[in-house]
């Protein structure tokens, strides 16, 4: 690590958030709720079996339980929805992730809407984007959400300073480009059409880079003393940002992986106890 450089530690950011929530989920278990994440997977996907998987382990280790929903790929739209109705109409459930891409004959926008708000933890939903660009989502989309506890915990003030964020999926790149807004930055979102995107980016003080190709974003893309979030994950643990390069001159930087990463699940799991809570006061 090059001298006077900021690393922005993901794993210790997720640790303080799971911290946060153990006296919470004992709370809840001594009133008999126990806070519950169901995960659909559709198909075989290898890298989409291993998210699961680890967003599982997560649960287990903090109390949360987790119901696993294995669907074939031959599954239709409709059998899909269906599903997710059966888990919205289940009380014992708290939140629902329908962990994407799902198979191209799927229509993964509808299935997304099927999700009801109440359970909606990651932010997928129009209604909750909606929610989440005027400010008072209860569930923010995950990563952007993880962008937003890293550079709080870290005590980076976003206040003036000028935001770059290449990308715009409506999961990551948007919501994220709206938090930062709403957090008083100022906001450049690029995306493939963007023009001198190198130029745009080294204007940056602040490099959201949310693209999905391994080491896009080239050392001299960052001026010097930015701070870089890669929220990118790709073949062979390799970010967005090409890191020892960026390294150079950002002042911060979070690495991949242990960067977004982590926070991107504990993020989930408190959006999970926050609906359990909810649902206690709702209802008790």
């Given at each position: 690590?090059?001298?006077?450089?900021?690393?922005l530690?993901g794993?210790?950011?997720?640790a303080?958030i799971?911290?946060?929530?153990?006296?919470?989920i004992?709370i809840?278990?001594?009133?008999?709720?126990?806070?519950?994440l169901?995960?659909?997977?559709v198909?075989?996907?290898?890298s989409?079996a291993?998210?699961?998987?680890m967003?599982?382990n997560?649960?287990?280790?903090?109390g949360?339980q987790?119901?696993?929903?294995?669907?074939p790929?031959?599954?239709?739209t409709?059998e899909?929805?269906?599903q997710?109705e059966?888990?919205?109409?289940d009380?014992?459930?708290?939140?629902?992730?329908?962990?994407h891409p799902?198979p191209?004959?799927?229509?993964?926008?509808?299935?997304?809407?099927?999700i009801?708000?109440?359970?909606d933890?990651?932010?997928?939903?129009?209604?909750?984007f909606?929610?989440?660009a005027?400010?008072?989502?209860d569930?923010?989309?995950?990563t952007?959400?993880?962008i937003?506890?890293?550079?709080?915990?870290y005590?980076?003030s976003l206040?003036?300073k000028?935001?770059?964020?290449?990308?715009?999926?409506?999961?990551l790149?948007k919501?994220?480009?709206?938090?930062?807004l709403n957090?008083?930055?100022?906001?450049t979102?690029?995306?493939?059409?963007?023009?001198?995107?190198?130029?745009i980016?080294?204007?940056?003080d602040?490099v959201?880079?949310?693209?999905?190709?391994?080491?896009?974003?080239?050392g001299?893309?960052?001026k010097?003393?930015?701070?870089v979030?890669?929220?990118?994950?790709?073949?062979?643990?390799l970010?967005?940002?090409?890191?020892?390069?960026?390294?150079?001159?950002a002042?911060a930087?979070?690495?991949?992986?242990?960067?977004v990463g982590?926070?991107?699940?504990?993020?989930l799991?408190?959006?999970?106890?926050?609906?359990?809570e909810?649902?206690?006061?709702?209802?008790h």
């Amino acid at each position: 690590m090059e001298t006077g450089k900021l690393i922005l530690d993901g794993n210790q950011v997720a640790a303080s958030i799971k911290e946060k929530l153990v006296e919470r989920i004992r709370i809840l278990s001594a009133k008999g709720i126990v806070p519950c994440l169901a995960t659909i997977l559709v198909g075989e996907d290898p890298s989409s079996a291993t998210y699961v998987r680890m967003k599982g382990n997560a649960c287990k280790k903090l109390g949360i339980q987790s119901i696993r929903v294995d669907l074939p790929t031959s599954t239709t739209t409709a059998e899909l929805i269906a599903q997710i109705e059966k888990l919205n109409d289940d009380p014992h459930i708290h939140g629902i992730l329908l962990q994407h891409p799902v198979p191209h004959h799927i229509d993964e926008r509808e299935a997304f809407e099927a999700i009801h708000i109440v359970k909606d933890v990651d932010g997928v939903t129009t209604l909750g984007f909606a929610q989440n660009a005027f400010g008072f989502a209860d569930y923010p989309s995950c990563t952007p959400a993880a962008i937003l506890a890293i550079l709080e915990y870290y005590k980076i003030s976003l206040e003036g300073k000028h935001a770059v964020v290449i990308g715009r999926s409506p999961i990551l790149g948007k919501p994220v480009s709206a938090m930062l807004l709403n957090s008083n930055a100022t906001v450049t979102t690029c995306h493939s059409k963007t023009k001198k995107l190198a130029d745009i980016v080294r204007l940056g003080d602040i490099v959201v880079a949310a693209v999905g190709k391994p080491k896009f974003v080239q050392g001299d893309w960052i001026k010097p003393g930015a701070i870089v979030l890669d929220a990118g994950y790709n073949e062979g643990n390799l970010g967005d940002v090409d890191y020892d390069a960026c390294l150079h001159n950002a002042y911060a930087i979070t690495p991949v992986p242990a960067g977004v990463g982590p926070v991107t699940i504990a993020i989930l799991l408190k959006h999970t106890v926050d609906s359990a809570e909810k649902y206690d006061k709702r209802y008790h």
